[in-house]
């Protein structure tokens, strides 16, 4: 049996937090057989931007301070590691560091920093050093997935399985969306990473979500007051999916891992402390909201429906992070951004990682009217 636990906790309480994740692991999870006290334990949030805490972009410094402290009471040496999007040296990895309060939350608590700066491949996937060695039996590095609860414009949610896509070194995550543009190929690349690394701890931080168009700047905060743990990360995801109410058809992590025979309903035991409640009038991205239209009437109103990234001019700083980011080298600057259409693989690398959240999916009336319908009948 796969086991998720839904914890509700309101505010970001460091002492609250560590407290309720330690009941519930000693409870549910036994992690003294999981984890050796000799074991170095990375943590592995997902860090995707410079982001501050509130924007509910990347995992508030104090989940990982709480579960950092966890294992570091339990004698164990602490590590935090994340690849972001984009290409990420040492300086960069810095300031990210910093800016989401993990630096600070770091040098406190005495947990040692990595870089992604090195890359090893590994059953032909690029992966950070870090990772590459939490994937090597008898190396001593263990991960702890410790995701956020966010919405995502190609994948719905991005999740517990989503973020072991930070395992993957620097540019080579566009490189694998330029190789994998559609979103059931993408998908499999997740359950690839997934199959790899099969993570015992999986962690996710709801207590300040992102809903709408993420997962990033274009999202929307939203308080859920949700802490979700689980031994597996698409039993974990399944979870939170069914707990928002998305049905397996429109998630297709889930419905793929279905397919797969990966995941069984009948082998999930969820404890939740919200006694089966299901989250209403969370706002999920556009295109969510177009593929949950059944099939017929979708075919007759695809050709007056366009999904395309459109840069905002108002918004733009010229900042040339969206044509790092690229795999296919559809945008050019001269003056103003500009969009190559005909390259662009609708990957949305560029809106997710734009700092000013300049670059948004270009949504036509009838998608407005169809995400009214939708919401009305939530």
Request: charged share 25%; glycine share 6%; proline share 5%.
């Amino acid at each position: 049996m796969k086991k998720v636990v839904i914890l509700k906790i309101e505010d970001y309480n460091e002492a609250v937090i560590k407290v309720k994740i330690k009941e519930a692991l000693e409870k549910h999870f036994d992690i003294t057989n999981i984890f050796d006290t000799s074991d170095k334990i990375v943590l592995k949030p997902n860090l995707l931007m410079e982001a501050a805490a509130n924007e509910a972009i990347t995992t508030h410094p104090l989940i990982i301070e709480a579960v950092g402290k966890i294992f570091k009471e339990k004698g164990n040496p602490v590590f935090v590691a994340d690849s972001p999007g984009g290409f990420v040296g040492n300086k960069d990895m810095d300031l990210i560091y910093e800016k989401t309060g993990i630096k600070a939350v770091a040098q406190n608590n005495g947990f040692d920093l990595l870089y992604p700066t090195q890359s090893a491949i590994v059953n032909d996937m690029p992966l950070c050093w870090w990772a590459a060695d939490c994937n090597k039996a008898g190396s001593g590095f263990k991960m702890v997935n410790l995701a956020k609860l966010k919405t995502h414009d190609v994948m719905v949610l991005t999740l517990a399985a989503k973020n072991l896509y930070g395992c993957i070194s620097g540019l080579f995550k566009s490189h694998l969306h330029k190789m994998h543009p559609k979103t059931e190929d993408f998908t499999s690349v997740v359950l690839k990473l997934y199959e790899m690394f099969k993570p015992k701890l999986n962690i996710v931080d709801g207590i300040l979500a992102l809903s709408g168009n993420g997962p990033a700047k274009r999202g929307k905060p939203v308080k859920l007051g949700l802490v979700v743990i689980g031994d597996d990360a698409l039993y974990t995801d399944y979870a939170i999916s069914r707990t928002l109410g998305i049905k397996d058809k429109n998630n297709p992590l889930i419905r793929e891992a279905k397919v797969r025979g990966w995941l069984k309903e009948e082998e999930l035991e969820i404890v939740s402390e919200l006694k089966g409640e299901t989250i209403k009038n969370f706002e999920l991205p556009d295109p969510f909201i177009v593929n949950s239209i059944p099939a017929p009437l979708l075919k007759l109103i695809m050709p007056l429906i366009s999904f395309r990234p459109a840069i905002d001019s108002r918004k733009c700083r010229l900042c040339g992070k969206c044509i790092q980011v690229c795999p296919k080298r559809a945008i050019t600057i001269n003056k103003t951004l500009r969009m190559d259409y005909k390259r662009c693989i609708m990957c949305m690398c560029c809106s997710e990682m734009c700092p000013h959240a300049a670059i948004d999916l270009r949504v036509n009336p009838l998608i407005r009217g169809i995400k009214k319908i939708y919401k009305c009948f939530q």
